[in-house]
């Protein structure tokens, strides 16, 4: 068998096998706000959370689940979670409480 028909097979059975790709979604933090703030996503995916603030710092803490707050992330800065459990996961900025959102995390 040639390599092209042996790549061709290989992708052949991946693709038939049900495979699917984890995705990565951004997630803004900017005007003191999570954008967007509801996101549904799937097992195995990663959030990345990009803080556009021209000054302003803010962090991501999933207090619910008895996590750590996280560090605070400056302009420019970025935090990432992957999940692998699905769910309802609220979130909220750890300096000001008022900006909130939520992972909706389905099986695949």
């Known amino acids: 068998m040639t390599k092209q028909r042996l790549l061709l097979a290989t992708i052949s059975l991946i693709l038939c096998s049900g495979f699917t790709a984890a995705d990565t979604v951004e997630v803004e933090i900017y005007k003191f706000q ?27 803490w999933f207090e619910q689940l008895d996590e750590e707050e996280t560090d605070y992330l400056f302009p420019g800065d970025s935090y990432e979670k992957t999940f692998a459990e ?20 389905n099986d695949q």
Request: proline share 9%.
């Open 86 to 105: 699905s769910g309802s996961f609220p979130y909220r900025c750890g300096p000001h409480p008022e900006m909130t959102a939520t992972v909706i995390v």
């Open 34 to 60: 999570f954008s967007p703030a509801e996101i549904t996503i799937n097992v195995g995916d990663t959030v990345v959370w990009v803080n556009k603030e021209k000054r302003q710092y803010h962090n991501v």
